[in-house]
């Protein structure tokens, strides 16, 4: 804990990533230096191995977009295209179709073909909460031109957001156009749209493969070099924002608690059991493209040089949107397990397993492939800062990142991990799950409310 303290380099890798290199879209130029620099830093830092990985990543990218109207003297209404959405220019009536509610769509009937549709992001109050996702693909089955999305933030903030489901469907070329629009817009929108004026719609937008790069790092075991543990979280950001909570901070703490171990080696001469391999990735933005690719090299059944698969995966994603209360695993068998090993750091940290299967983050790839996986007890929970509730925009610039927090985080984990890593992997509780398995728990909850973030 000391060293992750006295000797952080936090300020040193926020200034190179968010403010030096900036916004690093998955495939870009600025994600590739943000790879170059952590394979340096990790080397630097003493660990035993340090490399880069590429992957072929099917990335997209806009440029201009706008909503006017035309009848308005081409009024402009703010504008910010869903990520990944096809290129699309129409003019046609406007709809107001509230929450996209089933029962508003179905009230809505044939007016909704052919036109641009208004609906708000947040689901209606007092129904059955539904994703977004959900309510966009029902009003493209009801034959909507194109979908304007109200950003539920006020103030004139507007995040990029994604519009298809990430749980089993993947990237969808073809689906519906969706652009966002201001809060204080949507209300213009939805003030005059009962006269149903023309709306222009116009988003330029292209989808291509690029070359894209994951950092992979490793401290040998001592007792058991050829089983272990995964710290990961992913490096790039959106489009425009320099990511400093998502995911600058993730970033920054797969690399303090790599260092802080690695110091341990160098200066105390103590390794972990097993050997730990600490991993950024690329294009989790873009459906997770750069985890999904490392195991499909590692750990897949039809992989050239297959590994043993990890004990476990901890993935860091927004780490500074609230201090770390616990372990939230992907399934229920290591529970038991995992609370033994926090107990014994007598910090009050606590074990807890998802109810549903959570596609949301880089640790998603490894649960698909049944290797367990999990993600710190954070914000998604309980406990978000008040000042906290940025990361697809602009502002979730440096100063969203807590220094002290990160601090505490590679401290704690560097102390969980060494436990974890001297238990032998035959005392670990063995995962009696299957890829098959798996597949039946993503479609029961395919399409379906993600209460982790409500």
């Given amino acids: 804990m000391g060293e992750a303290w006295s000797g952080s380099l936090v300020k040193q890798h926020l200034t ?217 979280g992913h490096h790039d950001t959106v489009l425009n924002t320099p990511g400093g909570n998502d995911n600058t901070s993730g970033t920054i703490g797969v690399m303090e608690t790599a260092r802080v171990m690695a110091a341990l080696v160098k200066e105390m001469g103590v390794r972990p059991g097993m050997s730990i391999r600490f991993a950024t990735w690329s294009g989790e933005e873009q459906h997770l493209q750069g985890a999904k690719a490392y195991v499909a090299r590692h750990y897949s059944e039809g992989a050239a040089n297959r590994d043993a698969k990890p004990l476990l995966n901890i993935n860091l994603d927004e780490l500074s949107t609230g201090h770390m209360k616990g372990i939230v695993l992907a399934f229920p068998h290591l529970r038991k397990f995992m609370q033994s090993q926090l107990d014994t750091m007598n910090d009050g940290l606590k074990c807890h397993v998802l109810a549903h299967m959570d596609a949301h983050s880089d640790h998603f790839p490894f649960v698909q492939q049944a290797i367990d996986a999990s993600i710190t007890w954070r914000w998604r929970f309980w406990g978000r800062h008040e000042d906290a509730n940025f990361h697809h925009e602009t502002a979730d610039a440096a100063n969203k990142l807590n220094v002290r927090e990160l601090k505490e985080y590679a401290g704690q984990l560097a102390r969980l991990l060494l436990r974890l890593s001297h238990v032998s992997p035959d005392d670990w509780p063995t995962n009696p799950l299957t890829i098959s398995d798996v597949n039946q728990m993503i479609e029961r909850d395919a399409g379906g409310h993600h209460p982790a973030f409500h």
Wanted: charged share 25%; glycine share 6%.
């Fill in 16 to 232: 190179e990533l968010a403010d030096v290199i900036g916004p690093r879209w998955g495939g870009s130029p600025e994600d590739h230096r943000a790879a170059a620099y952590i394979r340096d830093q990790m080397a630097a830092a003493g660990l035993d191995t340090a490399e880069i990985e590429p992957f072929t990543l099917e990335s997209w990218n806009h440029g201009e977009v706008s909503i006017t109207l035309p009848d308005d003297n081409n009024r402009p209404i703010a504008a910010l295209p869903f990520l990944r959405c096809k290129p699309i220019d129409v003019i046609t009536p406007l709809i107001d179709a509230g929450y996209a509610s089933p029962h508003e769509v179905d009230a809505l009937g044939s007016r909704i073909k052919g036109s641009v549709v208004l609906a708000s992001i947040s689901p209606e109050p007092f129904t059955a909460a539904e994703p977004f996702s959900a309510r966009i693909v029902r009003l493209a089955k009801a034959g909507a031109a194109c979908v304007i999305a109200i950003e539920p933030k006020t103030g004139g903030r507007m995040e990029y957001a994604n519009s298809d489901e990430w749980l089993n469907l993947g990237p969808q070329k073809d689906a519906i156009a969706v652009v966002k629009t201001s809060s204080e817009d949507g209300a213009y929108l939805r003030r005059i749209s009962a006269s149903s004026p023309q709306v222009h719609v116009s988003v330029e937008s292209e989808y291509f493969d690029t070359e894209a790069h994951n950092t992979v790092a490793e401290i040998k075991g001592s007792t058991h070099p050829e089983r272990h543990l995964i710290l990961a």
